[in-house]
T-cell receptor
Framework: NAGVTQTPKFRVLKTGQSMTLLCAQD?????MYWYRQDPGMGLRLIHY???????AKGEVPDGYNVSRLKKQNFLLGLESAAPSQTSVYFC??????????????????FGAGSRLTVL | AQKVTQAQTEISVVEKEDVTLDCVYE???????LFWYKQPPSGELVFLIR??????QNEISGRYSWNFQKSTSSFNFTITASQVVDSAVYFC???????????????FGKGITLSVRP
């Protein structure tokens, strides 16, 4: 009963370093998302994917890249970390819409979060 | 564009008090879904409830109740007889419906931090 698993849970980086956050889900969900959570800002969407091999920009995509090579995995990359990217990152997944139905009803399942600090 | 406003940022109550968390939304769609999530101090996000725009019945689950009013675009959450374990950040969220099966992004409010004191 793993659901959505994020690794690593904690990471400290120096400015300019690169890293990748991995999100894995075992629910065969079509849609996957990366959010960041900052104090007073709520959850903001960075990038999302509507299926294997697809990615799209969300609300705050700058400085991040993503890939969805396999349906179960959604990777978030920081090529050159900046202090402004210090945040808690959440991955989420959600089932796609059956033919003729809408996807809006489907509940997001979240991972436990990854706390990233950039010095 | 869709928007969710949680005007209250922090609420502090004493245990056993009732507390209402407000949520106001904006959308151009006639079909949409509203959600509440809870984030306890441990940090995970826990789904509480989903309501679709065609169902305005209030819902009660134990000490939790939700009041959905389309006329005022509000989806408020009330905790009756609050307990210390209710201390958390609560997020309201909105998802528009897309019958083509395309992705429906979830837009979150900024969250309300509820502190329940013994």
């Amino acid at each position: 009963n793993a659901g959505v698993t994020q690794t690593p849970k904690f990471r400290v980086l120096k400015t300019g370093q690169s890293m990748t956050l991995l999100c894995a889900q075992d629910m065969n969900h079509e849609y996957m998302y990366w959010y960041r959570q900052d104090p007073g800002m709520g959850l903001r969407l960075i990038h999302y994917s509507v299926g294997e091999g697809t990615t799209a920009k969300g609300e705050v995509p700058d400085g991040y890249n993503v890939s969805r090579l396999k349906k179960q995995n959604f990777l978030l990359g920081l090529e050159s970390a900046a202090p402004s990217q210090t945040s808690v990152y959440f991955c989420a997944s959600r089932g796609g819409a059956p033919r003729g139905r809408d996807s809006g009803a489907n509940v997001l399942t979240f991972g436990a979060g990854s706390r990233l600090t950039v010095l | 564009a869709q928007k969710v406003t949680q005007a209250q940022t922090e609420i502090s109550v004493v245990e056993k008090e009732d507390v209402t968390l407000d949520c106001v939304y904006e959308t151009r769609d006639t079909t949409y879904y509203l959600f509440w999530y809870k984030q306890p101090p441990s940090g995970e996000l826990v789904f509480l409830i989903r309501r679709n725009s065609f169902d305005e019945q209030n819902e009660i689950s134990g000490r939790y109740s939700w009041n959905f009013q389309k006329s005022t675009s509000s989806f408020n959450f009330t905790i009756t007889a609050s307990q210390v374990v209710d201390s958390a950040v609560y997020f309201c969220a909105l998802s528009e419906a897309h019958y083509t099966g395309a992705n429906s992004k979830l837009t979150f409010g900024k969250g309300i931090t509820l502190s329940v004191r013994p």
